[in-house]
């Protein structure tokens, strides 16, 4: 190898390298799946990181992690299953599931790393006023890394909006 080969290929690593250390650290993902489509996500983004490397998030960030607009939307037919895998690192902790702000199951999720939900019932809400059951066209998928349902123990964020199909 000739000497400016060798100065070409030093000079490349050490940029490469470079790059690398000025790069954040990928957040843990969240996956939607129906079907045969999935779509997957990173922390939401409100004009603040709604994940902080496992921190705890100020209460806060974490109210405007929950009214950021999410990045990833999917199509969902009634009667559908929706299945929501998390990395392992969220499990840990362990996390919730909102369909906009209703938990859905209302427990944490421990050390499990997959759920599954009936679409329909993520499409329906009880009107607080008559009790009675309101169709909806969309609905904000928030799953939270939170060690409780109190909201004071929140470490991330991730949003997908489902859009009802038809």
Same mark, same amino acid.
């Given at each position: 190898?000739s000497?400016?080969?060798?100065?070409?290929a030093?000079?490349a690593?050490?940029?490469g390298?470079?790059?690398l &250390? %000025?790069? /954040?650290?990928?957040?843990?993902?969240?996956?939607?799946t129906v079907? &045969?489509?999935s779509?997957?996500a990173?922390?939401a983004t %409100?004009?603040?990181?709604?994940?902080?490397?496992?921190?705890?998030?100020?209460r806060t960030?974490?109210?405007?992690?929950?009214?950021?607009a999410p990045k990833?939307?999917?199509?969902?037919?009634?009667?559908?299953r929706v299945?929501?895998?998390?990395?392992p690192?969220? %499990?840990?902790?362990?996390?919730l599931?909102?369909a906009?702000?209703?938990?859905n199951?209302?427990?944490?999720?421990?050390?499990k790393?997959?759920w599954s939900? /009936?679409? &329909?019932?993520?499409?329906?809400?009880?009107?607080?006023?008559?009790?009675? &059951?309101?169709?909806?066209?969309?609905?904000?998928l928030?799953?939270v890394e939170?060690? /409780?349902t109190s909201?004071?123990?929140?470490?991330?964020?991730?949003?997908?909006?489902?859009?009802? %199909?038809?």
């Amino acid at each position: 190898m000739s000497i400016r080969r060798a100065v070409t290929a030093i000079g490349a690593l050490s940029l490469g390298l470079v790059a690398l &250390t %000025a790069c /954040d650290k990928p957040t843990p993902l969240a996956t939607v799946t129906v079907g &045969t489509k999935s779509v997957t996500a990173e922390a939401a983004t %409100a004009g603040v990181k709604c994940y902080e490397n496992g921190k705890k998030l100020q209460r806060t960030i974490f109210q405007a992690c929950l009214a950021a607009a999410p990045k990833h939307h999917m199509t969902v037919g009634i009667g559908d299953r929706v299945r929501i895998g998390v990395d392992p690192k969220i %499990a840990k902790k362990g996390w919730l599931i909102a369909a906009d702000n209703q938990l859905n199951p209302p427990e944490v999720l421990k050390d499990k790393t997959y759920w599954s939900l /009936d679409s &329909t019932s993520l499409f329906e809400e009880q009107d607080p006023q008559t009790g009675q &059951t309101v169709h909806l066209k969309e609905v904000i998928l928030n799953i939270v890394e939170s060690s /409780d349902t109190s909201g004071d123990n929140t470490y991330g964020v991730w949003k997908i909006k489902l859009v009802k %199909a038809g």
